[in-house]
């Protein structure tokens, strides 16, 4: 599986994006996703991920209420919306995905992952 992420860019603090990935093949059903992300000088971690069906999703407590995972199935896109960015937000986001054959189960461990996008910058407008 191929992932491609978009949307990165400059925002100001308190401002909006939408990070895109796009995968090579469906997805629905068949992959548990996730989005991370890495700062400078820090490990990768987790932002929000969700199980194969979108039925179980996990989101970080330092983007719970501000940031949303979706997915459209028929376009092979996951999405994060993030809103109120704030300083601690900027960083390289990654979109992830895991073969998975049963729903109902998100999985938050980086290491559990297999497929990879090359990432996505988002940084603070000065």
């Known amino acids: 599986l191929q992932l491609v992420e978009s949307g990165g860019g400059s925002v100001q603090p308190g401002g909006s994006l939408r990070l895109s990935c796009e995968a090579s093949?469906?997805?629905?059903?068949?992959?548990?996703i996730g989005w991370f992300r890495q700062a400078p000088g820090k490990e990768r971690e987790p932002v929000s991920c969700?199980?194969?069906?979108?039925?179980?999703?996990y989101y970080a407590p330092s983007v719970k209420g501000r940031f949303t995972i979706a997915r459209d199935d028929a376009k092979k896109m996951i999405y994060l919306q993030m809103n109120s960015l704030k300083p601690a937000d900027p960083a390289i986001y990654f979109c992830?995905?895991?073969?998975?054959?049963?729903?109902?189960?998100?999985?938050?461990?980086?290491?559990?992952?297999?497929?990879w996008g090359q990432g996505t910058q988002v940084t603070f407008s000065p």
């Open positions: 992830a995905a895991e073969r998975i054959s049963y729903s109902g189960v998100y999985f938050n461990d980086p290491n559990v992952y297999s497929d």
């Open positions: 093949e469906s997805i629905v059903s068949r992959y548990a």
């Open positions: 969700s199980s194969s069906t979108g039925d179980t999703i």
